[in-house]
């Protein structure tokens, strides 16, 4: 599998968890099996959101925290990948 890190936005079900969630994947020693095991890059906390930010990460841990129970959706980051998003369908479910 690639193991390319990329800009992947991920939107959570509430803002305590974006609290937990992102503690968990900006902690270099997460506590839960669905994250990374090591510190993620958070490149854009989105401020004017309180449930999603940016995160450099590889196809398969993206995957992983697909089945995060927190998660309300995960894709690659618009603003990173325009030409993407134009021409492909965005999931957000």
Sequence with gaps: MEDTMKYYQLGVK???????LHQLLTN??????SVP???VEC???MLWTAT???YRLTDEEAAMLKN???RSYIHLDPASY?????????NYI
Excluded: F, G
């Excluded at 509430?14 to 609290?19: G, L, Q, Y």
């Design 68 to 70: 995060h129970p927190s």
């Design 43 to 45: 490149t854009d906390e």
């Design 52 to 54: 999603s930010s940016v």
């Design 28 to 33: 270099s020693t997460p506590e839960e099996n």
């Design 14 to 20: 509430s803002e305590a968890d974006w609290d937990v």
């Design 82 to 90: 325009p030409e993407l998003h134009k021409t492909i369908k965005v």
């Design 37 to 39: 095991t090591h510190e």
